[in-house]
């Protein structure tokens, strides 16, 4: 291991902590590409799918927690919120994760297709309104919400992912919480359904540790900056953002499937 290697990582789990910190999601849908193809384009040692999947997962594990910490104060999050969502997306990924076995291939990355679709689809939905509530003033529909983020759970059970990217649209468009709420609760939910895929992935010994340690350092650093930067950015552009990102997953996803 070189120090070309030490950087090339570093970036690659910087870059990706900061959109999630920023965003609200774990990033996993933007460093998983990037350390797939980036380190082999350095002449590094690539990695295999496994790897990856291994090391992002303990990476959106941290990174999650550095958002949540940046985000602590200003009621910003929302624990009813956290609490009804958080525990049915992973009682609903652990249900996924089960069914999984007996699906095929091509059946879970058609699920996880629909789902990305309809995510992209609604993160257009025009959001008039919901960033003049005030933060104590929102209301919630908690059953709505459960109902959602369990069905959320299942699917990113089925494919693996923590699922904050259908999580995001779901919170905007459907419970209409603020953007910047959305963004630290999602960040929350994402660190809970985050907790059994890298407890699975290291107790199965899917985790390579240098990578992941060096990608962990970067997410404590990069994600509280990505947080208080998007505590500052306008909440429109926000959402722009986060749907270009989330489109751009549904269309990478179908190209895979197709």
Do not use: C
């Not at 849908?29 to 997962?57: N, Q, R, W």
């Not at 359904?193 to 540790?209: A, H």
């Amino acid at each position: 291991m070189d120090f070309t290697f030490i950087i090339t990582i570093f970036l690659i789990g910087f870059i990706g902590s900061y959109i999630s910190g920023m965003l609200g999601i774990g990033g996993s849908i933007i460093k998983y590409p990037m350390l797939l193809y980036i380190p082999p384009l350095f002449g590094l040692a690539a990695f295999t799918a496994h790897e990856v999947s291994g090391i992002s997962a303990v990476q959106v594990f941290f990174a999650t927690i550095g958002g949540v910490w940046a985000y602590r104060k200003g009621g910003y999050l929302n624990k009813t919120l956290i609490t009804y969502m958080g525990v049915s997306i992973l009682a609903g990924s652990f249900i996924g994760g089960y069914g999984s076995r007996v699906m095929t291939e091509s059946g879970i990355n058609i699920t996880y297709g629909i789902l990305a679709l309809i995510a992209a689809v609604m993160m257009f939905i025009p959001k008039k309104g919901i960033d003049d509530i005030p933060f104590d003033e929102v209301k919630l529909n908690k059953w709505v919400a459960a109902s959602f983020a369990f069905i959320v759970g299942i699917g990113s059970g089925i494919v693996g992912a923590a699922g904050a990217f259908l999580l995001v649209p779901i919170m905007l468009v459907i419970l209409k919480i603020p953007t910047r709420m959305t963004i630290a609760s999602s960040l929350a939910i994402t660190f809970i359904s985050s907790i059994g895929v890298t407890i699975g992935k290291i107790t199965t010994g899917q985790v390579d540790y240098i990578p992941a340690l060096i990608m962990i350092a970067a997410s404590l650093i990069a994600s509280p900056l990505g947080a208080m930067a998007g505590k500052k950015i306008n909440t429109k552009f926000l959402q722009i953002i986060l749907a270009l990102l989330i489109a751009a997953t549904a269309v990478k996803i179908w190209m895979d499937i197709l």
